[in-house]
């Protein structure tokens, strides 16, 4: 069954959810958790995103945010391959072998909340 269509406009106020593929974990370790934080900040730098709560649990990530340029997707697409490439060029080649499978996060969830 297809998706509904994710309907984007200036100033929406989104609920994000994400989760690892198979459920797998996205953070690791606090390092993790500092490097999405980072990833997050330059894309809300480049999308002019706005974010109003997040949390951060060991297989998926909550947000709540405004979107003033209506440009979700696109900073999504984005943001889940910057933040995904840079995952596994870090744990790649770690001595830990469940780090050592390259990791992928799945398609975002998104709920407007006007």
């Known amino acids: 069954m297809a998706r ?3 309907i984007e406009y200036p100033g929406a106020i989104c609920h994000v959810m994400n989760r690892g593929d198979r459920r797998e974990a996205i953070f690791h370790d606090d390092r993790d958790r500092e490097l999405f934080l980072a990833t997050l900040g330059e894309a809300c730098g480049k999308a002019d ?14 947000r709540v945010m405004e979107t003033p340029k209506g440009n ?27 780090l050592r499978t390259p990791k992928k996060i799945g398609a975002a969830r998104l709920t407007d909340q006007d």
Do not use: E, P, Q
């Open 49 to 62: 995103w706005l974010v109003h709560a997040y949390c951060l649990m060991g297989n998926h990530f909550h």
């Open 72 to 98: 979700l997707v696109a900073g999504m697409k984005w943001f889940l391959g910057t933040y995904t490439a840079r995952l596994n060029r870090r744990h790649l080649g770690s001595a830990n072998d469940d």
């Open 4 to 6: 509904k269509l994710r």
